[in-house]
Every structure is written in C-alpha cells, then in structure tokens.
C-alpha cells in the first residue's frame, strides 16, 4: 500500500472540521478504480445497457433539468463510439448529432452497476478517507461527454466525496447561505435535491437579480482528485472534455435527523398540490429519477416514520428503526437502492479551522471573483410575461408560485423542526 498525505484518522477529522469545499491530492495512489475509464467499463460491462441522459447543447439562459431532456438505453461501448464519431452514428444515440447533444450516464449505483462482479467494489476503498468498510457498494458512477452537466442543486442529506477518473469537470459551488440568491425551486420534485432556478454559467440577471450577489467557488477536478463537498453546499457540474468518468460517495450525518423530516415534509405537500387537477398542474413535475408518486396516505406515514425515527435516534435508543427497517424516505433508483445509504457518521475530535492542513496535498476550493457576469442576450418568455403583467397587472398565482413559498428550503426547515420539537426530539 502506498503511503498517503493523511492516515484515514486524519483524513476524517479534517472533512468533518472543513466548513469550506476543499480537494484532497495524492489520497487515491494505488487505488484500482483509477483504472475505470470508460474504455475499461465498456470492457466489464459488455452488453449491459445504462441509462444515458441526452441534453441539447443550447444558449437560452434557462438550466436544462431533467424533465426536459431526453433518454436512451445504451451500452458504454455504444456511447464511445458516438463520442468518438463527426457525423451520423448508429445505433442507440442515431437521433443525437454529437455536435448538438451531450449524454451522461448520472446516478448510476455500483452496486446494481457491477452486482455481476462484487469484487470491483473493493476497487474504491473509502476507508483511507476514515469510513472503514466504504467502499463501491456505497458509491455512484457517472460517465458523461463533453457539455454534459448536473443542474445547479443543493443535496439536503449529508457530505460528498467525488473521485475525478477520466477527463475533467468544472464545479462552481455556493455556500448554504447563499440559498436566497439562487432561487430554490422543488420543480422538478427528486427526493433530496433542492434546484436552482437560475443557469448559473450564463445568469438572466433582470429576472434573478439576486444571483449577482452569489459567491461562487470554482475548480477543475482533475483524475486522481478528490472534492470534498460539504453538507448543504449548492452545486453544478460540467464535463469538460469528450469523455468524463467520477465516482462518488455520499456520506450521512447525525445532522440529517431533522432534515429527513424536512423532506417526507416537502413531498407529502408537494404530491398534494401537483396531483390536484388545474389548468396549471400539466407541467412535467416530477423528475425521472422518481419512479412513482406516493399517496397522500403513504407521504403521511413516511413523514410519521422520520419524526418517530428522529425521536428515537435522539433518545440514544440504539435498536434501531421501526420495523421495516429504514424508516425514512430516501432517494431510491427503480430497483428500490437508496442514494444515501450509509449509517450515521460517529463522533470525530474536529481540527480548529486555524489548523486545517491546507497546502500541497489539500487544496481549498477558491471564491471567484466578485465581477458580476455579463447579462446581455435577448429577453426570455419569462421577462415578456413579467413585462405584460407590468402592464396588466398581477398574474393570477400559479400552484408552483404555492409550492415556491411553501417548500423554501427556510420555511421547511423551520417547519421540520416544530414537528420534531412537539413529537419529544426536539
């Protein structure tokens, strides 16, 4: 084993003392899963087909979420030969000139990915980052082309390590409170992710004003790198060059107690609203990565199961969830694998900030600078209706105006936490 910068101990005490993003170099020397580029996964993979999501290449100053875009089955070798092709390219990807579209392969689990193969977990040993037994099993694979990005969201449940393999990405990332210069929106509903309504790389400042005052930190991670990002921190992703793999791994806190309340919070009053008949209620609201929308009933219970498990966590109960196991809602692909599925993080001595060893083998991610982004470009649909409302007067409200005040990340936190303070966990 190679030697590294930090012993796990370390490398734990200092994510769980970092308030600020920051990327770990040369923790990853040795490790076999830097040897998954795409090439080698088309190899392992063979004729298993994944999942890709296509998105048009466009400048209209709007972020491309995933209700908007397209899908295709695909296997990985396919999607090589596409990135690799000038014109037309059979196959899965026909419909998609490379010059126009981009695809990523996001959110795709590794332990369903290689369940063919379970010796690859061990290929992503987390452990030397202070979580002993993290490994694949708990990780994510996101393999993308050039353009190929994630919206601007802010994940509510816990931290985030990333592992860069193949290629470059490009993270702007803005701290929590930041939130109200973002403009959160939960349209699209995905369990656990809060979006942002604003295209962060090219900003529509006359209708998110606001944004002008964001504080974006920015990076280019490299292969071999690891990004360490904390709890709560807004981000988005880009693929820089023509073929792009990361590896991932989302680490819970005890922390997320209150904020799983939060989110059986907003999706039982979200589904409430956006199953309602109205003229208003057509819009593609639910995004792909949920299979189903619950009942209000199912909603009522999960909700009911997260205050119970808050209590009973916070009672020092250690016999764990009602039965049934975990007794939250978390984000689950269609095979019923959680996105956050890892225990509770145990107790570390945490470095004071003025001794956070910052320096050639942890680097911290810098704030951009203050210039405000150019805002010029032709107005959107959205500053035409706003300009007839000036006129008109005020527009009728719409149910996601509703949902935009009702499910603000500020407001259910507070919500959350009267729900838990009058259950005994507060």
């Not at 769980?16 to 392992?44: I, N, Q, Y």
């Not at 999501?53 to 466009?58: E, I, T, W």
């Not at 944004?211 to 921190?233: K, N, Y």
Request: glycine letters at 6%; hydrophobic letters at 35%.
């Amino acid at each position: 084993m190679e030697s590294k910068p930090f012993t796990p101990e370390e490398a734990r005490q200092i994510m769980e003392s970092l308030e600020k993003p920051a990327v770990f170099l040369d923790m990853t020397a040795g490790w076999p899963s830097l040897r998954w580029t795409a090439e080698h996964l088309a190899h392992v993979l063979g004729e298993k087909t994944v999942r890709f999501r296509v998105g048009k290449r466009q400048d209209d100053r709007k972020p491309l979420f995933e209700t908007q875009c397209s899908y295709v089955e695909a296997t990985v070798r396919d999607f090589l030969s596409w990135t690799k092709g000038q014109g037309p390219c059979p196959g899965p990807f026909s419909d998609f000139p490379r010059s126009e579209y981009w695809a990523y392969a996001d959110y795709k689990y590794i332990a369903v990915l290689f369940q063919h193969k379970p010796t690859m977990f061990q290929d992503v040993p987390w452990s030397d980052f202070g979580y002993p037994g993290r490994n694949g099993q708990e990780s994510t694979l996101w393999v993308g082309s050039d353009g190929a990005n994630t919206p601007c969201h802010q994940d509510t449940y816990g931290c985030n390590l990333v592992l860069q393999v193949q290629g470059r990405k490009k993270w702007y990332l803005f701290p929590v409170g930041d939130t109200c210069h973002l403009y959160p929106t939960r349209i699209p509903y995905e369990e656990s992710s809060v979006f942002s309504q604003v295209d962060i790389t090219q900003p529509n400042l006359r209708r998110f004003p606001a944004f002008a005052r964001a504080r974006a930190h920015v990076v280019t991670l490299q292969p071999g790198q690891v990004l360490f990002v904390p709890r709560h921190w807004w981000h988005y992703v880009e693929s820089l060059d023509p073929v792009t793999v990361s590896i991932n791994s989302w680490i819970e806190m005890e922390t997320d107690d209150t904020a799983r309340v939060g989110e059986a919070l907003t999706r039982t009053i979200v589904c409430a609203l956006k199953t309602l008949p109205s003229p208003d209620n057509a819009d593609e609201w639910l995004n792909p990565t949920e299979v189903d929308v619950p009942t209000y009933g199912e909603n009522l219970r999960d909700l009911s199961l997260a205050v119970q498990a808050c209590a009973t966590h916070r009672s020092g109960d250690s016999r764990g969830h009602p039965a049934g196991g975990s007794s939250w809602p978390v984000k689950r692909d269609a095979r019923g694998l959680p996105k956050h599925s890892a225990p509770p993080a145990g107790p570390v001595q945490h470095c004071p900030p003025d001794v956070i060893p910052f320096g050639p083998h942890l680097v911290p991610v810098a704030q951009e600078s203050a210039d405000a982004p150019s805002d010029e470009g032709p107005q959107s649909v959205d500053e035409e209706t706003d300009k007839l409302t000036e006129v008109t007067g005020h527009r009728a409200l719409s149910t996601n105006d509703l949902l935009e005040a009702l499910v603000h990340p500020d407001v259910i936190a507070l919500a959350a936490k009267l729900i838990v303070g009058r259950h005994g966990c507060g």
